[in-house]
């Protein structure tokens, strides 16, 4: 017999005193005041409570059926991957004084979280090649939609022209965002798998707040910047770009080449892929916009004693300046991710995030090669970083499921979001190995050449 612990430990005497003190009999007398023909009168329709023991027994069962990571290769990506993470940061954000941790308004008694929070920052800027870095925001997602509406509200304009490289579910949140301040969103065309610089051109008018790009985009290809940052520079239009932050250890800071808006996700920097979340988003801008950033920033300063402190400052966001003067009602931030990241970046140094970062670049290339050695044609016409599509004369589906037979998770089937048939986008990170990757070729080519 397995023993029947309750989760509660309130007994029927600690029941009976409670009754009694609140003055009634019973535990129906509490919902007496509901009318009877909607309280529920039958059991609930859900199985019998287990007992704890056997409850975390049957959970574990539950858990080991999931494909995962760490007994899976994965070359899954589009827009959450598989990076190497240094075992401390799991044991320095465990620590209670962070994982309890709630916004910081009391500087005197959160001296250690923002002095975190102000590393992160400080990180951001220097990735970026921005002047001032806020908090951290919920994803990159819904970075890039606070970008476009403070765009809007700084240009005073009403249209939004963002690329179709750029990651879909950016798109979709991006759209459902627009219709509450009312602003459109056009989306600028392909060529191939980067913008199409002539749509873009033929787009943008004097009433375009904003162009959005991804760097590198959701199909892993390199955009020109200095080419998209033109265009949107002639018509007096802000330039936002959302960059994978391991990716800018290789490339030239957007900052440099003339963003005026960089956001992005940090979950490549020390966040575990979790099932897609949660994940961390970061949001740099240049000096002009300072002051209209959204969320927080953490400053640094001195107390009377001439000692440096640190202090919550330039809250742009609503609760705390008038609302039709605010930029943003976001309310929180990330701080326990941004710290995450924050000591990823530290664990790993600037060398080290570099050859990480090279790493990714040079086995996804090697991975394009010996797909193409295998007669399959690689997609992409621009230089790539750690993804790229393949195009396979197959199905994805049969192929993906073989895959996963072998221990592999596959890549992305880009035909129900660009209608691209047959063309997979795979991700190759750090993390996988030649053996991983040779061994998938060799699937691959099973399926195909039987």
């Given at each position: 017999?397995?023993?029947?612990?309750?989760?509660l430990?309130?007994?029927?005497?600690?029941q009976?005193?409670m009754?009694?003190?609140?003055?009634?009999?019973?535990?129906?007398?509490?919902?007496?005041?509901?009318?009877?023909?909607?309280?529920?009168?039958?059991?609930?329709?859900?199985?019998?409570?287990?007992?704890?023991?056997?409850?975390?027994?049957?959970?574990?069962?539950l858990?080991?059926?999931?494909?995962?990571?760490?007994?899976?290769?994965?070359?899954?990506?589009?827009?959450?991957?598989?990076?190497y993470?240094?075992s401390?940061?799991?044991?320095?954000?465990?620590?209670?004084?962070?994982?309890?941790?709630?916004?910081?308004?009391?500087?005197?008694?959160?001296?250690?979280?923002?002095?975190?929070?102000?590393?992160?920052?400080?990180m951001?800027?220097?990735?970026?090649?921005?002047?001032?870095a806020?908090?951290?925001?919920y994803?990159?997602?819904?970075s890039?939609?606070?970008?476009?509406?403070?765009?809007?509200?700084?240009?005073?304009?009403?249209?939004?022209?963002?690329?179709?490289?750029?990651?879909?579910?950016?798109?979709?949140?991006?759209?459902?965002?627009?219709?509450?301040?009312?602003?459109?969103?056009?989306?600028?065309?392909?060529?191939?798998?980067?913008?199409?610089?002539?749509?873009?051109?033929?787009?943008?008018?004097?009433?375009?707040a904003?162009?959005?790009?991804?760097?590198?985009?959701?199909?892993?290809?390199?955009?020109?910047?200095?080419?998209?940052?033109?265009?949107?520079?002639?018509?007096?239009?802000?330039?936002?770009?959302?960059?994978?932050?391991?990716?800018?250890a290789l490339?030239?800071?957007?900052?440099k080449?003339?963003?005026?808006i960089?956001?992005?996700?940090?979950?490549?920097?020390?966040?575990?892929?979790?099932?897609?979340?949660?994940?961390?988003?970061?949001?740099?801008?240049?000096?002009?916009?300072?002051?209209?950033?959204?969320?927080?920033?953490?400053?640094?300063?001195?107390?009377?004693?001439?000692?440096r402190?640190?202090?919550?400052?330039?809250?742009?966001r609503?609760?705390?300046?008038?609302?039709?003067?605010?930029?943003?009602?976001?309310?929180?931030?990330?701080?326990?991710?941004?710290?995450?990241?924050?000591?990823?970046?530290?664990?790993?140094?600037?060398?080290?995030?570099?050859?990480?970062?090279?790493?990714?670049?040079?086995?996804?290339?090697?991975?394009?090669?010996?797909?193409?050695?295998?007669?399959?044609?690689?997609?992409?016409?621009?230089?790539?970083?750690?993804?790229?599509?393949?195009?396979?004369?197959?199905?994805?589906?049969?192929?993906?499921?073989?895959?996963?037979?072998?221990?592999?998770?596959?890549?992305?089937?880009?035909?129900?979001?660009?209608?691209?048939?047959?063309?997979?986008?795979?991700?190759?990170?750090?993390?996988?190995?030649?053996?991983?990757?040779?061994?998938?070729?060799?699937?691959?080519?099973?399926?195909?050449?039987?």
């Amino acid at each position: 017999m397995t023993a029947t612990y309750r989760y509660l430990p309130d007994t029927k005497q600690d029941q009976e005193e409670m009754l009694s003190f609140l003055n009634v009999n019973s535990i129906d007398e509490l919902f007496q005041d509901i009318p009877a023909n909607i309280q529920l009168d039958e059991d609930l329709n859900i199985p019998e409570a287990d007992p704890e023991p056997l409850l975390i027994k049957k959970m574990h069962q539950l858990a080991s059926k999931n494909k995962h990571a760490n007994a899976y290769s994965t070359f899954l990506g589009a827009g959450t991957y598989d990076h190497y993470i240094p075992s401390v940061v799991n044991h320095m954000i465990s620590r209670s004084e962070f994982y309890t941790a709630y916004t910081p308004y009391q500087p005197e008694i959160s001296q250690g979280e923002l002095q975190a929070i102000f590393e992160f920052q400080t990180m951001v800027c220097e990735l970026t090649g921005m002047d001032v870095a806020n908090s951290s925001m919920y994803d990159g997602f819904t970075s890039l939609t606070e970008a476009a509406s403070l765009a809007v509200a700084s240009t005073k304009r009403s249209k939004v022209l963002i690329s179709k490289s750029v990651h879909p579910e950016s798109r979709a949140i991006l759209k459902t965002v627009a219709a509450g301040p009312e602003f459109t969103v056009q989306e600028v065309n392909l060529s191939n798998e980067t913008t199409d610089l002539q749509d873009l051109q033929a787009q943008i008018d004097k009433n375009t707040a904003a162009v959005i790009v991804q760097y590198p985009n959701f199909f892993g290809s390199i955009e020109d910047l200095a080419i998209i940052r033109d265009i949107a520079k002639s018509n007096g239009t802000l330039f936002i770009v959302s960059a994978n932050p391991l990716a800018l250890a290789l490339l030239q800071a957007p900052g440099k080449l003339g963003a005026d808006i960089v956001i992005g996700d940090m979950q490549p920097l020390g966040i575990p892929m979790s099932f897609g979340g949660p994940h961390c988003g970061y949001f740099a801008v240049n000096k002009k916009l300072m002051r209209k950033i959204p969320g927080r920033i953490v400053g640094q300063t001195t107390d009377e004693q001439g000692k440096r402190g640190f202090v919550l400052t330039l809250q742009a966001r609503e609760q705390h300046i008038r609302r039709d003067k605010a930029s943003s009602n976001i309310c929180s931030n990330q701080a326990l991710n941004a710290l995450a990241s924050s000591i990823c970046m530290t664990a790993l140094g600037k060398q080290g995030i570099r050859q990480m970062a090279q790493l990714n670049f040079e086995k996804a290339n090697y991975m394009a090669k010996s797909l193409q050695e295998k007669g399959l044609v690689i997609k992409n016409q621009s230089p790539f970083f750690n993804e790229f599509i393949v195009e396979l004369p197959c199905s994805l589906k049969e192929l993906n499921q073989k895959l996963l037979d072998q221990g592999i998770i596959g890549g992305f089937n880009l035909e129900n979001d660009y209608g691209f048939k047959h063309q997979m986008l795979i991700a190759v990170t750090e993390q996988r190995t030649k053996e991983e990757i040779d061994q998938f070729v060799k699937v691959l080519e099973a399926v195909i050449y039987g």
